[in-house]
């Protein structure tokens, strides 16, 4: 049983040492001249004007919220999707519910607008 997941270990690892063999190689191969301009925050090419504090419009939420109703569709929809021929009928109506209830809040951040920009 453990034998099947060797190939996602192994993955991890090379990953793992890819990023960081990638990582240092920059630090060594790349110039270090740092000066005090380049090491000053940085936002947009000029200097931040107003508090971080500010408040954001609400469209900036509904996005956010769109983006992980998009994100949990595809993270259970792709899954299902490749077992679908091995499942029951409650499963097939159980991932129609789940659907039909993204499709419910897709609906909703489509009435509040957030998919038009100005």
Request: charged share 20%; proline share 4%; net charge negative.
């Amino acid at each position: 049983m453990l034998a099947n997941y060797f190939p996602v270990l192994l993955f991890i690892v090379i990953g793992l040492v890819a990023g960081v063999v990638l990582l240092n190689a920059g630090r060594v191969i790349g110039p270090s001249n740092p000066t005090k301009d380049k090491n000053s925050p940085y936002e947009c090419g000029f200097e931040a004007f107003e508090d971080a504090r500010m408040k954001f419009d609400v469209r900036y939420y509904l996005v956010a919220i769109l983006f992980i109703i998009f994100d949990l569709e595809i993270a259970f929809l792709i899954p299902w999707a490749v077992v679908l021929d091995k499942i029951s009928g409650a499963a097939f109506a159980a991932m129609a519910i789940f659907l039909f209830i993204l499709v419910i809040g897709f609906i909703y951040e489509w009435k509040k607008g957030a998919l038009e920009w100005e």
